[in-house]
């Protein structure tokens, strides 16, 4: 029945060999036990039976397994330190059954929907070894089968031509290392035309499809000969190389010639009509250029909106007249048992007075204590008053500090995640007279637009964070750019607090945001040692060991390990295995996400924004117990209980180590930092700034001292292209 196998890898070779010399072989094998199957990357375990009747484990990529199902499997024989020895496929064909017996084992299997075991032998007995050719050819002949409705017709129908239809947009997409989750994003956005259009206009995708990228489509329309102009291919490059410049560096504009500069490099055109071409997307709105500068339509409006929006809420008288304001204050200090500084006074009196008031300044200059003043003086005078943050952690930090509800800024404006917009906007305002933000630093240039959006006319709004932290995630720097303006009131705190003046962390802290080398004390350590095995033997040993016997601490709740990278022997990932052996080595296996096992009492990390469970990404909780005859587990974040299904368990990581740029928003008791000359690139002062400001109680360095005073000594350019300042500059002029 060749006529039957569908080819999931035909755009592709099989090799005699594989990289390293291992000879690449191919398996013919029945699926008879699915063990663990991740619909959202693809990761399939499975237990086959050979021809020869032999049980084998096989492991790799899959879209759509069904039990029953013959598979032609293409790969290598491996051993796996804990489960033995394995096949490892790299792709696979499916080979439809060639028996009766076969074929009602397939057909039951859960692929078509309304198709049961009774139902199934009534298609075998009726249509023989081919009833796939009927299913694919003549399938209207079902309605001959007694229960065979057209209504039950047509739900059989739909799910053989989405069966079809995805392997077969697998079969284009396998080749190009595009995973199993890319694929079922594409399927989502077209159905069973998915792989017509991928043939069509692969560079279609890369607007229409989040995280399809112009180097996929690109060799994905050379293999398959795709007849399209140059003008489409040149257009999707210029827009894959703002989107780069945006994910990569966080910029909001690319210099026209930087960009044109880049898609010659890419594809080898000259550069005047590369210019050409984007002088002609500007005019279909594919891309937007403004004083020699390339933007995305979304950064370009975004920014336009930020600037346009501080200039309506700056513009505009506050609601409420306020009474004495300094004898508020002092009151406010009798009640907080502190003695503001002055620059803290005036601080908290703009914020009353001021429409938009920015506050940054490093740790222990008293942000959060003026943001527990702030609370106290609008309860006094029945200011009503929002408090949010960009993270949950930094949220229920707020929260903590105040006694007052914090949220965050997703949940505070109603994030609906099925139409991805905000439900607050200028439409649906906020209700409140005084809106505080904190942590800036982590606020995007999209989210600060959406944010400023809902906030109401005639209502105060106070921003507060640290300038001298790593930049948002997102493109943008707009704490930055805000306070570098010279347009706003800003209100720079340099003065230590008393109870944060012995502190060698936060003395630290500001001496290397100068540029000065630390000075060790009591609370900021450094372990000097070399070699990656080495460091990491030290960092368990202090985590495990010392830290908890010495100070009384939990390692899990109370330290916490950074890493400036993810990859390199002493990064996040290494890090996250040997602590997870150091700390959890009983734990029961609860779930395994593409190698990575998760086991019960797990530290573990949300990675992704998550409106419907209400967890975000960078939110840290403990695996908590697990279902193993539905794969899904449950984590406890605080006080609240997620469960995760098994297609949802990729959202989950280790979290034993993390890195820097994900430990913003957070405080720890306790911070301990490889120091690796071999992660130079990632050591810099901001980041190194970053790192020291998130530890309470102890920091400890562990490693190659020469690449800590390299961070110290490091100013990497972390500047964003940004014509925010710009505007700003032009409103207020």
Known sequence: ????????????????????????????????????????????????????????TAVGDMVSPHEGETYILHGKWGAHPRYGKQFQFKSYDIDYPATETGL????????????????????????????????????????????ITKRKLETIRKSWERERAIHALWAILQPFDVGVGMALKIFQQYGTRSAEVVQENPYRLTEEV???????ADRIAAQTSADLQRASRMEACARYVLSEASRQNGHTYMPMADCVQKMTKMLGEEPEELESTLIDANERAAVVIEDDRAYLPYLYFAEHHVAAEIQRLAGIEGKVTLPDIPAAIAEAERQLGVAFHELQKRAVQSCF??????????????????????????????????LCAPTGRAAKRMEELTGKQATTIHRMLEYDP??????????????????????????????????????????????????????PVGPGDVLRDLVDSGMLPVHKLTEIFRQADGSGIVRNAHRIKEGHPPEYDTDFLFVRTQGAERMKANIMELVAERIPAEFGLDPLLDIQVLSPTHQTPTGVRE?????????????????????????????VMQTVNNYMKDVFNGDIGYVESHDSSEGSIEVAFGNQKVKYNIDELHQLTL??????????????????????????????????????????QLFIGVGQEEAFQLAVR????????????????????
């Open 575 to 603: 890090l996250n295995a040997a602590l997870q052996g150091a700390l959890n080595a009983k734990g029961r296996v609860a779930a395994r996400i593409q190698g990575m096992e998760l086991r019960l009492g797990d530290k």
């Open 353 to 386: 007075e001021q429409q938009l008031t920015l506050i940054t300044g490093g740790p222990g200059t008293g942000k959060s204590t003026l943001i527990s003043a702030i609370v106290l003086l609008a309860e006094q005078w029945g200011v009503e008053l929002k």
């Open 104 to 147: 009602i084992e397939f057909l039951s299997s859960g692929l078509l929907q309304g198709v049961g075991r009774a139902t199934a032998r009534k298609i075998v007995k009726k249509f023989g070894t081919d009833a796939v050719e009927v299913l694919d050819n003549d399938i209207d002949s079902l309605l001959e089968i007694d229960g």
């Open 418 to 471: 099925v139409a991805e917009v905000f439900k607050r906007n200028e439409e649906l305002p906020l209700d409140c007279e005084l809106l505080v933000v904190d942590e800036m630093s982590m606020v995007d240039l999209p989210l600060m637009a959406w944010l400023l959006s809902a906030v109401p006319s005639g209502a105060r709004l106070v921003l507060v964070g640290d300038a001298d932290q790593l930049p």
């Open 210 to 216: 989040d995280g399809f990228t112009f180097p996929i």
């Open 714 to 733: 490091s100013t990497r350019n972390v500047s964003r292209n940004s014509s925010l300042q710009d505007r700003l500059s032009k409103i207020f002029a």
């Open 1 to 56: 029945m060749e006529e039957s196998r569908l080819i999931v890898n035909e755009y592709s070779q099989i090799e005699d060999s594989v990289p390293g010399g291992e000879v690449q072989e191919s398996l013919s094998v029945e699926l008879y036990t699915t063990v663990y199957h991740d619909s959202g990357t693809g990761y399939f375990v499975g237990r086959f039976v050979t021809e020869d009747g032999e049980s084998v």
């Open 655 to 696: 979290a034993y180590a993390t890195t820097v740029h994900k430990s913003q928003g957070s405080e720890y008791q306790v911070v301990v930092m490889p120091f690796s000359m071999q992660q130079r690139v990632m050591m810099y002062r901001n980041l190194l700034y970053t790192a020291v400001s998130r530890a309470k």
